[in-house]
C-alpha cells in the first residue's frame, strides 16, 4: 500500500494548502520519518512565498517547502544503519512524485535516504529545527574547511536567529565579541554576551569582518564605509536582487568580499557536537508555534511579524 502524507504545498506564489499527497516508496537506503516539527526559514522560504526566489535548477510550482524538520524514524531501510524510534534532524525531502520538494521538509511524514539524516537527543525537542541555521552559521565562519584563515565576525549585521547564532558561536570560540547592528528596536533584546547596536548609534570604521545576514542588496556600501584596510565583507544572507557597490571606496581599502555557501554535513556535524556538550545555546530563538493545521497563517506571521524569530510547526496531531 502507498504511504501518504499531509504536506504544505506552495502551489504558486502566496497561495498555500496542505494537501495530502503519495510518498515515494521507500529504498534499502532509506528511512521513513513521522515529523514532529518543522521550522519555517525567513530567507530562502520568503523567496519561494513572495515569488522572488532566482530561478535555478528544479525551482518551479507545486512545491512542498522546509528544510528545518525534526521527527521519528518509522520505518529503516537494510542498508539505512538507523533503527525505528530514533530522533532525527531532517534537511528536506524529495518524495513527492510530480509535486516538487524545495525544501520538501513541511510534511508529517517523509521518506528520506538515511545519509541525509542528522540522529539527535531526544531532548532537543522542538529546538532541532534550529540545527541548519546553526549549521550555516557555523560554516560561513568556518568557510566549509576550505580557509587558511579564518577571520570571525568583528560586526555581524542582522539579530535575527542567524545573526543571533554566528554572535553565539564567536563568543562561545573565545573569540572577541562582535558588534551586532540592527534596526529593529523589537531585536534589539536577546544578547548573550555582545553589545547591540543601531548602526547610527555605531562610530567605528575600522571592522576586520562584516559578515552581512540583513538579505539586503543595497547594503554593501554602506559596509564598505565601515571596513578597515584588508577587511573582509561575509554575504552570509540570501539575496534576492543584484548586488553592487561603489568601486572607489573597496579599491582604496583593497576589500574582500566573499560569500558563504550553504551548509554541508561536517558543519551539522560540528554543530551537534557543539550542542551536545552543552557549548552552544539554542535557547530564546524559537519565538513562535502553531498547529500545522494552520499553516497558511502561520507562514504569513512569519514573514509579516517582526516579532517572530522563528515559527514552528507541530505536526504531532496530524495523522
Same mark, same amino acid.
Given at each position: 500500500?502507498?504511504?501518504?502524507?499531509?504536506?504544505?504545498?506552495?502551489?504558486?506564489?502566496?497561495?498555500?494548502?496542505?494537501?495530502?499527497?503519495?510518498?515515494?516508496?521507500?529504498?534499502?537506503?532509506?528511512?521513513?520519518?513521522?515529523?514532529?516539527?518543522?521550522?519555517?526559514?525567513?530567507?530562502?522560504?520568503?523567496?519561494?512565498?513572495?515569488?522572488?526566489?532566482?530561478?535555478?535548477?528544479?525551482?518551479?510550482?507545486?512545491?512542498?517547502?522546509?528544510?528545518?524538520?525534526?521527527?521519528?524514524?518509522?520505518?529503516?531501510?537494510?542498508?539505512?544503519?538507523?533503527?525505528?524510534?530514533?530522533?532525527?534532524?531532517?534537511?528536506?525531502?524529495?518524495?513527492?512524485?510530480?509535486?516538487?520538494?524545495?525544501?520538501?521538509?513541511?510534511?508529517?511524514?517523509?521518506?528520506?535516504?538515511?545519509?541525509?539524516?542528522?540522529?539527535?537527543?531526544?531532548?532537543?525537542?522542538?529546538?532541532?529545527?534550529?540545527?541548519?541555521?546553526?549549521?550555516?552559521?557555523?560554516?560561513?565562519?568556518?568557510?566549509?574547511?576550505? @580557509? *587558511?584563515?579564518?577571520?570571525?565576525? !568583528?560586526?555581524?549585521?542582522?539579530?535575527?536567529? $542567524?545573526?543571533? +547564532?554566528?554572535? =553565539? %558561536?564567536?563568543?562561545?570560540?573565545?573569540?572577541?565579541?562582535?558588534?551586532?547592528?540592527?534596526?529593529?528596536?523589537?531585536?534589539?533584546?536577546?544578547?548573550?554576551?555582545?553589545?547591540?547596536?543601531?548602526?547610527?548609534?555605531?562610530?567605528? @570604521? *575600522?571592522?576586520?569582518?562584516?559578515? !552581512?545576514?540583513?538579505?539586503?542588496?543595497?547594503? $554593501?556600501?554602506? +559596509?564598505?564605509? =565601515? %571596513?578597515?584596510?584588508?577587511?573582509?565583507?561575509?554575504?552570509?544572507?540570501?539575496?534576492?536582487?543584484?548586488?553592487?557597490?561603489?568601486?572607489?571606496?573597496?579599491?582604496?581599502?583593497?576589500?574582500?568580499?566573499?560569500?558563504?555557501?550553504?551548509?554541508?554535513?561536517?558543519?551539522?556535524?560540528?554543530?551537534?557536537?557543539?550542542?551536545?556538550?552543552?557549548?552552544?545555546?539554542?535557547?530564546? %530563538?524559537?519565538?513562535?508555534?502553531?498547529?500545522?493545521?494552520?499553516?497558511?497563517?502561520?507562514?504569513?506571521?512569519?514573514?509579516?511579524?517582526?516579532?517572530?524569530?522563528?515559527?514552528?510547526?507541530?505536526?504531532?496531531?496530524?495523522?
Amino acid at each position: 500500500m502507498t504511504m501518504k502524507t499531509l504536506a504544505v504545498v506552495l502551489e504558486q506564489p502566496e497561495h498555500l494548502v496542505l494537501s495530502r499527497l503519495d510518498l515515494a516508496p521507500a529504498s534499502e537506503d532509506d528511512v521513513v520519518v513521522d515529523i514532529e516539527y518543522s521550522g519555517i526559514s525567513t530567507g530562502t522560504e520568503k523567496l519561494l512565498w513572495t515569488g522572488r526566489m532566482p530561478q535555478f535548477p528544479g525551482m518551479g510550482y507545486p512545491l512542498v517547502p522546509g528544510y528545518e524538520s525534526v521527527g521519528t524514524i518509522r520505518e529503516g531501510g537494510s542498508h539505512a544503519g538507523l533503527k525505528p524510534g530514533q530522533h532525527v534532524f531532517v534537511p528536506g525531502a524529495r518524495c513527492y512524485g510530480e509535486v516538487r520538494g524545495l525544501f520538501g521538509g513541511a510534511a508529517s511524514r517523509v521518506v528520506v535516504a538515511a545519509s541525509r539524516v542528522i540522529p539527535i537527543g531526544e531532548s532537543l525537542g522542538e529546538k532541532g529545527v534550529l540545527l541548519a541555521l546553526a549549521a550555516t552559521a557555523y560554516h560561513a565562519v568556518a568557510g566549509g574547511g576550505k @580557509r *587558511d584563515k579564518i577571520v570571525p565576525p !568583528d560586526l555581524i549585521v542582522g539579530h535575527g536567529v $542567524l545573526g543571533r +547564532l554566528l554572535a =553565539r %558561536l564567536t563568543v562561545i570560540a573565545g573569540m572577541a565579541p562582535p558588534t551586532v547592528w540592527e534596526r529593529n528596536a523589537q531585536r534589539c533584546s536577546g544578547a548573550e554576551g555582545y553589545p547591540v547596536l543601531h548602526p547610527d548609534a555605531d562610530p567605528r @570604521r *575600522d571592522y576586520k569582518a562584516i559578515y !552581512d545576514v540583513s538579505g539586503d542588496a543595497a547594503i $554593501l556600501d554602506t +559596509l564598505m564605509q =565601515r %571596513l578597515a584596510p584588508g577587511g573582509e565583507i561575509v554575504l552570509a544572507g540570501f539575496y534576492s536582487e543584484p548586488l553592487s557597490f561603489a568601486f572607489a571606496p573597496a579599491f582604496m581599502r583593497e576589500a574582500q568580499i566573499r560569500a558563504a555557501a550553504e551548509w554541508q554535513r561536517p558543519d551539522l556535524l560540528a554543530v551537534k557536537e557543539l550542542l551536545d556538550t552543552g557549548r552552544l545555546s539554542l535557547d530564546g %530563538l524559537i519565538t513562535h508555534h502553531a498547529g500545522a493545521e494552520h499553516a497558511a497563517d502561520a507562514y504569513r506571521t512569519a514573514f509579516g511579524d517582526s516579532q517572530c524569530l522563528k515559527m514552528v510547526l507541530d505536526w504531532r496531531g496530524c495523522a
